[in-house]
């Protein structure tokens, strides 16, 4: 492939979700020419993939929406409280449609390598278009549940009727009606499938191997008055999501610990919470995450619940969590899921008793001989989360070391957003940042406004490149550890937070959960600190080097 052919940019983003798009916008206001490669044939990113039945947003609408338009934040009525994947694709085609983010957007663009020429100070990126892309900066917004995780259960390639990951759902109508579908995955995605399709299908087969932690969404139409009030206060919410832990409007924690009051009151503040409709249940008391007796405490009251919605108590049991700890992983938003497990076309298939021995051309061939006849398999089984869309991309950066090789045993960053090695290289809601701890389209704001700063910086003081020192790296790798150890999710083993929902993949503390507001600061403060922890050379420097 020669040079002359490569198309040349200040920037090279990647990705055309809610990431992407944000960085586009902000680097057309600093005056940089940029392109953004993505994979899809439009806008969208995991809610242009997604679009399973069910398929839904566990944070309220109105909070989910770009901070970066205000007037688009008075022209857009979200109609639910919790939006369906349909109206989110259609207000980011809205956001792209008004800045005409799309000029700058080649879909149908896988990339397939990044490489740093150090040479000429640029980042060459390859793509299956054959049209290479060069730039000095890069910037991934490739998100952080990009990459599906197929199951390796023997077979599954010999199924011969229809079989769809919900990360990769087919753009033409699938009609579930008369049909045996099978599940397999109950994680925020398999709940909201199985409860979606349990309306329609001739039979539902859901394929348990963990039972999972739940609340009700209590999802409904937003009033006219509700639409307006939130229009109106969108300043003071904007001022919490910026400065809270979650970007959430989540209630804050009693401010004593969980066993310093009353079982009575305990349980009542437990209820409140499960009525309101979000997640504000994990945060009713702080200890919930770090004390293992309150936490079971918690866990048990969540139990209860589910058995007083299901009505055959082995069936309920079945569906009790009892694996990890409340918490631990994403506590999943249902509307009404348990509640399918009382209908005669549903079935629960306790996985974890009875595996799945092989798929077949026709069905689920168990451990225990029973035979489960489908005529279509949804594949719920979650993603190469956080580190699988960099490492997916071929990634080498100086002196020819691979991304892959540097991750060997989990990733080195410095605060999430950039790694030894690879300089001018960034990551948008990468590795050890919060991701999707908080809120991610807030998780994005707070990136694309960091990275844009670092830009005009290097740009005003003539710095051609900037790369984190590996001994930040260390820091920042303790740093995150010494959070991540706190929680109870610690002692989890199978949490795709930790990378162990993969087989293979190394162990450890992928993401940053000491709270979106803490870490903004911490970012601040490295930045005004003449971004401290990174190598800043100016541009002949960078050519002599
Ligand atoms: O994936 P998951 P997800 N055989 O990894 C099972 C976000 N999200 O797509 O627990 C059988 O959570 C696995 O079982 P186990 C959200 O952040 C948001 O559901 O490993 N089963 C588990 O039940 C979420 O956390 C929304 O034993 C296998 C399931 O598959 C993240 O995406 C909606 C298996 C995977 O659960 C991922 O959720 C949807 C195997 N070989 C998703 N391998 C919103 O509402 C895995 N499983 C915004």
């Given at each position: 492939m020669g040079e002359d052919m490569a198309e040349q940019f200040d920037v090279v983003v990647i990705?055309?979700?809610?990431?992407?798009?944000?960085m586009l916008w902000k680097l057309r206001g600093l005056g940089e020419s940029a392109v953004a490669?993505?994979?899809?044939?439009?806008?969208?990113?995991t809610w242009y993939w997604n679009r399973y039945p069910g398929a839904r947003c566990d944070v309220p609408s109105v909070e989910y929406s770009v901070p970066w338009d205000r007037e688009l934040e008075q022209e857009w009525d979200w109609s639910e409280r919790y939006s369906a994947q349909p109206e989110i694709l259609a207000y980011i085609e809205e956001v792209a449609r008004r800045h005409d983010l799309k000029r700058d957007i080649r879909f149908e663009t896988t990339v397939t390598a990044i490489t740093r020429d150090e040479e000429r100070g640029l980042w060459v990126v390859e793509t299956d278009t054959g049209t290479p892309f060069e730039a000095p900066v890069v910037i991934s917004a490739a998100g952080c549940l990009s990459t599906p995780n197929l199951p390796d259960i023997p077979g599954i390639e010999d199924f011969a009727r229809p079989l769809h990951h919900t990360g990769r759902w087919p753009h033409d109508p699938v009609g579930f009606e008369g049909k045996n579908v099978g599940v397999i995955g109950t994680g925020s995605t398999g709940v909201q499938a199985s409860t979606a399709i349990a309306a329609e299908a001739g039979h539902l087969f859901v394929f348990q191997r963990t039972a999972q932690y739940s609340l009700p969404a209590l999802n409904r139409p937003l009033t006219k008055d509700e639409k307006a009030e939130a229009k109106r206060t969108y300043g003071k919410l904007r001022h919490v999501q910026r400065n809270s832990f979650g970007a959430a409007t989540i209630e804050p924690p009693m401010a004593m610990?969980?066993?310093?009051?009353a079982k009575e009151k305990r349980f009542a503040e437990y209820e409140r919470r499960w009525n309101i409709g979000r997640q504000d249940l994990l945060a009713a008391f702080a200890d919930i995450g770090t004390d293992a007796e309150v936490n079971a405490e918690v866990s048990e009251w969540v139990r209860g619940k589910i058995r007083g919605i299901v009505d055959d108590p082995d069936l309920a049991e079945k569906l009790c969590p009892t694996v990890n700890p409340f918490g631990t992983r994403r506590i999943i938003m249902d509307t009404g899921y348990f509640e399918i497990f009382n209908q005669d076309n549903v079935s629960l298939v306790d996985i974890r008793e009875d595996p799945i021995a092989r798929i077949t051309q026709t069905g689920a061939q168990l451990e225990s001989g029973r035979f489960i006849e489908l005529d279509m398999l949804v594949i719920a089984t979650g993603y190469d989360a956080v580190t699988g869309p960099l490492l997916d991309m071929n990634i080498t950066g100086k002196g020819g070391q691979k991304l892959n090789d540097k991750w060997a045993h989990g990733p080195e960053t410095w605060l999430g957003l950039m790694m030894h090695g690879f300089p001018n290289l960034f990551t948008i809601t990468g590795p050890q940042s919060p991701t999707v701890h908080a809120n991610v389209i807030m998780a994005i704001e707070q990136h694309v406004d960091w990275?844009?700063?670092?830009?005009?910086?290097m740009d005003t003081e003539g710095i051609a490149e900037i790369e984190p020192r590996h001994e930040s790296e260390v820091e920042w790798a303790m740093t995150?550890?010494?959070i991540g150890s706190a929680n109870l999710r610690a002692k989890d083993t199978n949490n795709w937070y930790l990378g162990q929902n993969v087989p293979g993949k190394p162990v450890s503390y992928m993401t940053y959960q000491g709270g979106l507001d803490r870490y903004r600061k911490v970012c601040d403060e490295v930045a005004a600190d003449g971004y401290r922890g990174f190598d800043l050379r100016r541009m002949d420097a960078a050519a002599d080097a």
């Amino acid at each position: 492939m020669g040079e002359d052919m490569a198309e040349q940019f200040d920037v090279v983003v990647i990705g055309a979700g809610f990431g992407g798009l944000h960085m586009l916008w902000k680097l057309r206001g600093l005056g940089e020419s940029a392109v953004a490669l993505e994979r899809a044939g439009d806008v969208g990113g995991t809610w242009y993939w997604n679009r399973y039945p069910g398929a839904r947003c566990d944070v309220p609408s109105v909070e989910y929406s770009v901070p970066w338009d205000r007037e688009l934040e008075q022209e857009w009525d979200w109609s639910e409280r919790y939006s369906a994947q349909p109206e989110i694709l259609a207000y980011i085609e809205e956001v792209a449609r008004r800045h005409d983010l799309k000029r700058d957007i080649r879909f149908e663009t896988t990339v397939t390598a990044i490489t740093r020429d150090e040479e000429r100070g640029l980042w060459v990126v390859e793509t299956d278009t054959g049209t290479p892309f060069e730039a000095p900066v890069v910037i991934s917004a490739a998100g952080c549940l990009s990459t599906p995780n197929l199951p390796d259960i023997p077979g599954i390639e010999d199924f011969a009727r229809p079989l769809h990951h919900t990360g990769r759902w087919p753009h033409d109508p699938v009609g579930f009606e008369g049909k045996n579908v099978g599940v397999i995955g109950t994680g925020s995605t398999g709940v909201q499938a199985s409860t979606a399709i349990a309306a329609e299908a001739g039979h539902l087969f859901v394929f348990q191997r963990t039972a999972q932690y739940s609340l009700p969404a209590l999802n409904r139409p937003l009033t006219k008055d509700e639409k307006a009030e939130a229009k109106r206060t969108y300043g003071k919410l904007r001022h919490v999501q910026r400065n809270s832990f979650g970007a959430a409007t989540i209630e804050p924690p009693m401010a004593m610990k969980a066993f310093a009051i009353a079982k009575e009151k305990r349980f009542a503040e437990y209820e409140r919470r499960w009525n309101i409709g979000r997640q504000d249940l994990l945060a009713a008391f702080a200890d919930i995450g770090t004390d293992a007796e309150v936490n079971a405490e918690v866990s048990e009251w969540v139990r209860g619940k589910i058995r007083g919605i299901v009505d055959d108590p082995d069936l309920a049991e079945k569906l009790c969590p009892t694996v990890n700890p409340f918490g631990t992983r994403r506590i999943i938003m249902d509307t009404g899921y348990f509640e399918i497990f009382n209908q005669d076309n549903v079935s629960l298939v306790d996985i974890r008793e009875d595996p799945i021995a092989r798929i077949t051309q026709t069905g689920a061939q168990l451990e225990s001989g029973r035979f489960i006849e489908l005529d279509m398999l949804v594949i719920a089984t979650g993603y190469d989360a956080v580190t699988g869309p960099l490492l997916d991309m071929n990634i080498t950066g100086k002196g020819g070391q691979k991304l892959n090789d540097k991750w060997a045993h989990g990733p080195e960053t410095w605060l999430g957003l950039m790694m030894h090695g690879f300089p001018n290289l960034f990551t948008i809601t990468g590795p050890q940042s919060p991701t999707v701890h908080a809120n991610v389209i807030m998780a994005i704001e707070q990136h694309v406004d960091w990275i844009a700063d670092c830009l005009q910086y290097m740009d005003t003081e003539g710095i051609a490149e900037i790369e984190p020192r590996h001994e930040s790296e260390v820091e920042w790798a303790m740093t995150v550890a010494a959070i991540g150890s706190a929680n109870l999710r610690a002692k989890d083993t199978n949490n795709w937070y930790l990378g162990q929902n993969v087989p293979g993949k190394p162990v450890s503390y992928m993401t940053y959960q000491g709270g979106l507001d803490r870490y903004r600061k911490v970012c601040d403060e490295v930045a005004a600190d003449g971004y401290r922890g990174f190598d800043l050379r100016r541009m002949d420097a960078a050519a002599d080097a």
